[in-house]
């Protein structure tokens, strides 16, 4: 069974403020995964990690930030946050051995 | 042209049906074959995954592969209700560690 976690499930915030969308698993993975989906649309990545001190930009450009200390954390940060960041933003890690991915339950964002 | 194709449908079936998901890809390199299973408003959940040309079953779920004509579809047998949602064909192509998503077919199953 999958364990990851995201916090907040559900953030309604005004624009111009700070916010961290965190992520934990417990599998003790290295790889994991910020992915972005707009309702009924595609989901996009837009951060990845391939271990502690290990971040990458994915395919779609983002303004956000990450981080990774700590194997089962990986936070996502919006330093200004605007109407454009209102999203669902899902976060994952994969197992080392058949590359499936473990979906945590998403964080949807609006930004007011 | 985009990696990973499939048709947004949505694909509308009725109740105890056979319902065929295919997925195009364009790297005839790539290896690994994913199906998820995403809801409206939830997360992407595994389906299952296949590696090697041919059919793989699980329960009512068949996945088949073909590298030649990289293509991979998903067979859901007696389509249920329950199975109504988005199914995303998902790849890892070569040269790329992460998977790379298609933009998801949505299943309608009508009782």
């Known amino acids: 069974e999958a364990d990851i976690y995201q916090t907040p499930r559900y953030l309604v915030i005004g624009t111009g403020k700070k916010i961290t969308l965190e992520c934990s698993q417990t599998m003790g993975h290295d790889k994991m995964y910020w992915y972005q989906q707009d309702p009924g649309m595609e989901l996009h990545l837009i951060h990845y990690s391939y271990g502690v001190n290990s971040t990458e930009k994915g395919d779609l450009s983002s303004e956000s930030t990450v981080s990774r200390i700590r194997t089962e954390h990986f936070p996502l940060t919006l330093e200004s946050a605007r109407p454009s960041h209102t999203s669902q933003y899902l976060c994952a890690s994969s197992d080392r051995n058949t590359g499936e991915l473990f979906f945590g339950e998403g964080s949807r964002l609006t930004v007011l | 042209q985009k990696e990973v194709e499939q048709n947004s449908g949505p694909l509308s079936v009725p109740e105890g049906a056979i319902a065929s998901l295919n997925c195009t890809y364009s790297?005839?390199?790539?290896?690994?074959f994913f199906w998820y299973r995403q809801y409206s408003g939830k997360s992407p959940e595994l389906i299952m995954f296949?590696?090697?040309?041919g059919d793989k079953e699980d329960g009512r779920f068949t996945a088949q592969l073909n590298k030649a004509s990289q293509y991979v579809s998903l067979l859901i047998r007696d389509s249920q209700p329950s199975d109504s949602a988005t199914y995303l064909c998902?790849?890892?192509?070569?040269?790329?560690?992460?998977?790379?998503f298609g933009k998801g077919t949505m299943l309608l199953v009508s009782p």
């Open positions: 296949i590696y090697s040309n």
């Open positions: 790297d005839r390199g790539s290896q690994s």
């Open positions: 998902a790849v890892i192509l070569s040269g790329y560690s992460t998977l790379t």
